[in-house]
Nanobody, 125 residues
């Protein structure tokens, strides 16, 4: 069973930085694509960023381009989301997710199979 555990959430002032980690266990051989999503109560889950299995390809939502950076360490089965210049509108629960694909094309929440439990990021103004 594939399991994902997020860590690194917390409270930060606007303009500050945080780094989320997503530790993945249960992949039997190859690593696979991992994506970050976020959700605010009452709103749909939004795709934030995705990284291919090799780490060579990444994708970002327009709202976070230039501020967030996704990376991975396949030796540690961990994916990171570095978040800089945080804004109050970035406040949400952040989830990492994976499926059995190697690439991010068309990543969407309904395409993901395994999910972490989420990490709360609160950005104060």
């Amino acid at each position: 069973q594939v399991q994902l555990v997020e860590s690194g959430g917390g409270l930060v002032q606007a303009g500050g930085s945080l780094r989320l980690s997503c530790a993945v266990s249960g992949w039997k051989s190859d690593p696979y694509v991992v994506a970050w999503f976020r959700q605010v109560p009452g709103k749909e889950r939004e795709g934030v960023s995705c990284i291919s299995a090799s780490g060579a390809a990444t994708s970002y939502a327009d709202s976070v381009k230039g501020r967030f950076a996704i990376s991975r360490d396949n030796a540690e089965n961990t994916v990171y989301l570095q978040m800089n210049n945080l804004k109050p509108e970035d406040t949400a629960v952040y989830y990492c997710a994976t499926n059995w694909n190697y690439y991010c094309s068309g990543y969407a929440s309904h395409n993901m199979i395994y999910w972490g439990k989420g990490a709360l990021i609160t950005v104060s103004s």
